[in-house]
């Protein structure tokens, strides 16, 4: 029997455009939409059909969501137990969701609970997140360390690849990371469209108010393996769920490491579920070929087939 780890992508650049697309199609999203947008009292469709005008404070929200209906489909269609799904950041929830270990409802509120903690947290305080392409981790690492020294103003938030780094943080320190990596060799950033900075070790005392709340939280054991990208460790029970969502705010993604670990447990597909398909670019330059996106009609499609065609 072959092995499948499904991939829950995060907040990164999304475009809706494709996904927008596939519905118009195939109504895929409209129930999950429905149930979420009754849960949140907000009518997601109609946001996500505004697409250029979506406000970032509905942007976690929409790629939950659209992960979650692209699941269900999936499982219709393929009536097979992955062995592990794996979150990458937000998408963490998606694969907590989708692996029963944490009811829609009780995601989307504590999604929401601590979206107004981060909001608070920034009261007066501009925040940005770069992705920088081009420089190794270890070198960003020090530049991020010159820069704050002991006041944690900015930090690494995901290490996708050795040379694909995400940091995050207080706009100005943010920016003089920035600087400094231009005077050291040629290198890419990409401003992520975020609406409340993540993965930064400023948020470590802030935490405390979301354990608080996630402590009312009933999480549910489940014969699908959550791998938590933070700690790198399988979420097992109840209290290290718990302890991984906290710790997302403050820690970072460690996607690389990830990848190496799983990599080692003789897999044989990966899938990203969700809008986009950048942990299949991210899988491809980590020399992880077996990898399928979901993330428009024809993609859909063409992932089912070859999975069906497999002796699994």
């Known amino acids: 029997m072959k092995k499948i780890v499904l991939l829950f992508p995060g907040q990164n650049l999304q475009n809706f455009k494709d996904i927008i697309y ?4 195939t109504k895929i999203l409209n129930k999950t939409f429905e149930e979420s947008s009754e849960i949140l009292n907000l009518n997601l469709l109609k946001i996500l059909k505004k697409r250029n005008f ?3 404070k509905y942007i976690s929200y929409l790629i939950i969501n659209i992960s979650i209906a692209l699941y269900r489909e999936w499982k219709k269609n393929i009536p097979i137990i992955p062995n592990i799904m794996i979150g990458h950041s937000l998408g963490q ?4 969701i989708c692996s029963k270990k944490i009811s829609l409802k009780n995601a989307l509120l504590s999604l929401k609970k601590r979206n107004r903690i981060l909001k608070n947290s920034f009261k007066n305080i501009p925040t940005l997140m770069y992705i920088i392409i081009g420089i190794h981790f270890s070198i960003i690492k020090k530049i991020c360390y010159i820069v704050s020294r002991i006041f944690q103003k900015v930090s690494i938030a995901c290490i996708n690849l050795k040379n694909q780094i995400i940091i995050s943080g207080h706009k100005k320190y943010v920016l003089k ?3 400094f990596c231009k005077k050291i060799q040629k290198n890419y950033i990409i401003r992520l469209p975020i609406y409340f900075c993540l993965h930064y070790s400023f948020l470590k005392k802030n935490s405390k108010k979301f354990s608080k709340y996630l402590k009312k939280n009933i999480f549910k054991n489940s014969h699908i393996k959550v791998f938590c990208a933070t700690q790198k460790k399988f979420l097992y029970s109840s209290q290290k769920i718990k302890n991984s969502l906290c710790q997302q705010l403050y820690k970072p993604t460690l996607w690389y490491d990830t990848l190496k670990i799983i990599k080692k447990k003789n897999i044989k597909n990966f899938i990203e579920i969700g809008a986009g398909n950048t942990l299949t670019k991210i899988n491809f330059h980590n020399k992880i070929f077996n990898t399928y996106s ?3 009609l024809k993609n859909f499609l063409k992932t089912l087939k070859i999975i069906k065609n497999q002796k699994l």
Not at 22 to 25: G, R
Not at 93 to 96: D, R
């Open 22 to 25: 596939f519905n118009q199609k």
């Open 54 to 56: 979506i406000k970032k």
């Open 93 to 96: 929830y998606s694969a907590l």
């Open 177 to 179: 990371v920035l600087n």
């Open 294 to 296: 979901t993330n428009t």
